[in-house]
Structures are given as structure tokens and as C-alpha cells.
């Protein structure tokens, strides 16, 4: 047999998963409102699969002692879509620095954690100074 078109497939394993991500995530922020209340915000270019978002708080810094802020579900019920604004408010238990993590879940609940970013919050009393007339 003169046929020497051996179509053998040579594969190798770099331990990189090529399997594409449910969020590819354009901005991810958080932004103090005054007071202890707390926006975060984030932009997607892309949804595969999404089901939802997790947004986590931390006073320590520590994504294990993490408090669920709120559940985002995404908005498309097929978990395809092209892109998204969303916001979140918090308001923080007391003032302070806070950490926040975001957190997509795929349809098949893998989770996928962003960030961190930080916000701190304080107290800001007015002054008031007396008017004098005379």
C-alpha cells in the first residue's frame, strides 16, 4: 500500500481547560453612596450560560467568611445573552473597608469569583456654624 497519509491527531495536555466561560466580564466597581450604603456595579460583553450572579461581602477581607449580598438572576432565561448592565446596593453593618467579590454561576453551577474591590465607608457628621447677624 503506497498510501502515506497517515492522518494520526498528536494531542498534549498543558492542564489549561479550553471550555469558555459563562461571563466575560468588561467592569466590575464599587462605589460608596454616603452613609454605609454601598453601590456595585458590573458590565458583561457576554453571557454563556449564565444563570445568575453571587455578590459577596467581607469586613476582613476573607472570601471563606464571605456574606452573600445579593443573587442577580441573569435576565435571559436560556442563559445566552450579549451583554449586560447591572447594580446592586448594600448597606455595610457598620463603617469601615469592605471587600467585594462578584461571583457568575453557569447553568451547570460552576462558579467563576471576580474581583476583589474595595469600598470604605464613614461617618461624615455636618457642621454647622451659627449665623451671626447683627
Known amino acids: 500500500d503506497g498510501d502515506d497519509n497517515d ?3 498528536f494531542t498534549v495536555d498543558f492542564g489549561v481547560v479550553l471550555e ?36 459577596l461581602r467581607s469586613a476582613n477581607g476573607n472570601l471563606a467568611t464571605a456574606t452573600e449580598v445579593e443573587f442577580v438572576l441573569a435576565p435571559s432565561s436560556d442563559g445566552l ?19 467585594y467579590w462578584l ?17 470604605t465607608t464613614e461617618p461624615r457628621w455636618p457642621i454647622f456654624i451659627p449665623l451671626v447677624v447683627r
Do not use: C, M
Open 81 to 99: 445573552a450579549p451583554g449586560n448592565s447591572y447594580s446592586v446596593s448594600d448597606s455595610t453593618p457598620d463603617f469601615g473597608t469592605y471587600t
Open 20 to 55: 469558555p466561560t459563562a461571563v466575560e466580564l468588561v467592569s466590575f466597581s464599587g462605589t460608596w453612596k454616603g452613609g454605609r450604603d454601598v453601590a456595585i456595579r458590573w458590565q458583561t460583553a457576554s453571557e454563556v450560560n449564565n444563570f445568575g450572579f453571587k455578590v
Open 7 to 9: 492522518n494520526t491527531n
Open 103 to 119: 461571583v457568575d454561576v453557569d447553568t451547570n453551577g460552576l462558579e467563576t469569583v471576580h474581583g476583589p474591590v474595595f469600598v
